[in-house]
């Protein structure tokens, strides 16, 4: 299992127990007894043996007194990477919940995000937000904040304060009727999506990046999407937006994009689909469509809780994976009531489940395969694998202590369990009681200082 890069950097931190991860092979793969060394970059410079301690201590010039163990019952997984989850949305989290998505943007999205012209309410809320997730685990998420430029910069700049790796996107839409002042020109759009990247690059944050952001194609002139394309490949940037999440805005977008042949087809014309794409739910996507995707190197950002919480639909995972599209979850805040992967998790395997209900054919996912999809293939899915997503020498040491057995906590163990069933309750059952530590590019940011909490 010895896994290692000549000596660069020098060692900040050797861990000593058990590891889990995915890796392109293995979706789920326990190292036990393993040793792992984070350079002062914060880069995982070595894996190996506990056994090769003396040998690996004298190769990377550690001194064996340095090494922390992990106790019984605890274990070191990858961060959680959230692919969808809209910031400003977490002032309503747990509530707003009875209509489907067309008629609840108009009566509850829009009237909120229309106040994060606000700083100090922005502030707020972004804080809050940022300091939850890291709490549930999320060590890379990919934000929606609104059409408001300095309010979404301030996100990134929280989640940078904080130490959380993160895509921020100031959201773009010149179409709206029901809450007419929420909404921009198609120039100004286009003058205000320029500065805030602008901007953004000027802060030269090592973790969080802009993302071109058109909300979604109802919300959006066809002359807009062909310059957020524009700017999306001019300066190499993420893109994300939502895609065929319920089959009234299917129906709208096809009277909208008369043209388009789909859906997707509509993003693919107006070059949104590139390799850098999220796009967010994808529940009535045909054969043909998830083609695209595999051909342009898009990806789907799965967010069950959203989907039954809106009575959208439910999104064939099997069905996706089959078509080698990338995939990953997300919680989409505030369609989505929990700002919890573990809560994305629970809800990929539940629908997963009532899928197999209505179709006794259907192949079920298991909670391996989620855990991969919550982790590395998060970070697949927001082209950032090559940094993180799992315990690869080379990668930014993005990770969870976990303590299955933490005193308070909602698990009670009965037997000797080994670490892959230890895993699975986590899974199923803790909360954030159980992440004793989270580390972002080998930098401790939970537990909060006493100055953060
Ligand atoms: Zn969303």
Known sequence: MAERQTATAAIQRV???????????KVVEVLEDALLGVDTQGKISFIGSGQDLSQLSQTFGFSPCVVTELKEHEFFMPGMVDTHIHASQYSYAGTALDMPLLQWLNTY????????????FAKKVYTQLVKRTLRNGTTTACYFATIHTDASLLLAQIANDFGQRALVGKVCMDRNNSVKHYKETTHESQEETNRFIAEFFARKYPLVKPVVTPRFAPSCTGALLGQLGAIAKNNHLHIQSHISENPEEVKLVKELFPDSESYTDVYHKYNLLTDMTVMAHGCYLSDKELELFRQTGASLSHCPNSNISLCSGLLDVRNVLNHKVKLGLGTDVAGGYSASMLDAVRRTLDTSKVLTIQDPDHKTLNFE????LATLGGSQALSLDDQTGNFEVGKDFDALRVNVAAPGAPIDLFQNDGPKVLLERFLNLGDDRNIVEVFVAGRSVLPLAESAR
């Open 15 to 25: 861990y000593r127990g058990t590891f889990i991860h995915s890796t392109q092979r």
């Open 109 to 120: 999205t829009f009237p909120v995000e229309s106040g994060f012209g606000d700083m100090e």
């Open 369 to 372: 395969e989620v855990f991969m």
